[in-house]
């Protein structure tokens, strides 16, 4: 075949052009990776869509209900009227469109500032079954208690009262929220509300909602601890899953909300392989 001096020229031009926006094309490529590439993606894929999720707390408030029911059952004349102990976040309200929020912002880390605002949005969404459990607790003369550790200013008592009160969520006043801005020790609010009520359960996500003796920067520590409670769970302690926050994560990071960077990044790869298959 006769190649003329012009097509050559032509399939010159051509190589060069596309050499030319080789690097454009791979920056772009490079920038949808990272679109993609988010550490909180397959945990909020999950809460978002699984249907697992939804029952691990029906599950949960119906192991709670179960332990009101015996405890009504076991109640004795002149004994200390019932109650339950909750945390507020990721056990009654779920903040699921907080967190989509980050990820369709290109964000991996939990983010306070961000936090605060959705917060005084009042966005909330009651856990599935909360409602129903605490519903069933006041009808049968339980008291609920609500103990929190948030921190949106002087504020941040009145917020969370509006965000239990939009869902309609029982005893949603100052009565029955402590709100803890300073600390996440919610062990000596509970012995405060032992000394006047028989509490039958503590409800959380994290397992610092029930002792204070789980908050450590030792993943291993932390799981030992865990076993030697573990005929607690189920019983005394009614968890409910996140896999998004939590004093998990200060056991990995040295604290609960690291900030996003590479190092970071590593620092939760280094976590998520600690035990991987090496053919």
């Known amino acids: 075949m006769r190649v003329t001096v012009k097509a050559l020229v032509k399939a010159l031009a051509i190589s060069v052009a596309l050499a030319a926006a080789a690097p454009s094309l791979g920056q772009n490529a490079l920038t949808r990776d990272r679109d993609i590439e988010n550490n909180l993606m397959m945990a909020m894929a999950w809460k978002q869509t699984a249907a697992e999720f939804r029952a691990l707390y029906y599950q949960g408030f119906n192991i709670a209900r179960l332990r009101v029911e015996i405890a009504l059952a076991q109640k004795q004349e002149g004994s200390l009227p019932l109650a339950i102990i909750s945390d507020v976040d990721e056990t009654l309200l779920l903040a699921n469109d907080y967190w989509g929020y980050l990820i369709s912002q290109g964000q991996d880390f939990f983010d306070d500032a961000s936090w605060d605002r959705w917060v005084e949005e009042n966005r909330a ?17 339980v008291e609920i208690f609500y103990v929190t550790n948030r921190d949106q200013g002087e504020a941040t008592v009145q917020l969370a009262i509006e965000n239990l009160n939009t869902l309609g969520f029982p005893f949603a006043d100052a009565a029955h929220l402590r ?13 405060d509300i032992k000394e006047d009520y028989e509490v039958v359960a503590l409800l959380g996500d994290n397992l610092n909602d029930f002792a204070r003796r789980y908050y450590s920067t030792d993943v291993d520590q932390r799981m030992s601890l865990m076993e030697e409670d573990r005929d607690r769970y189920g019983r005394d302690y009614i968890l409910f899953p996140n896999p998004t926050d939590g004093h998990w994560i200060r056991a990995i990071f040295g604290e609960s909300e690291p900030p996003a960077s590479d190092a970071n990044r590593r620092i939760l790869k280094a976590a998520a392989t600690r035990a991987a298959w090496a053919p």
Not at 125 to 140: I, K, M, R, T, Y
């Open 125 to 141: 969404v009651a856990s599935p079954g909360a409602l129903e459990f605490l519903n069933f607790c006041v009808s049968n003369s």
């Open 179 to 191: 709100v803890l801005r300073e600390s996440s020790n919610k062990e000596l609010v509970q012995q």
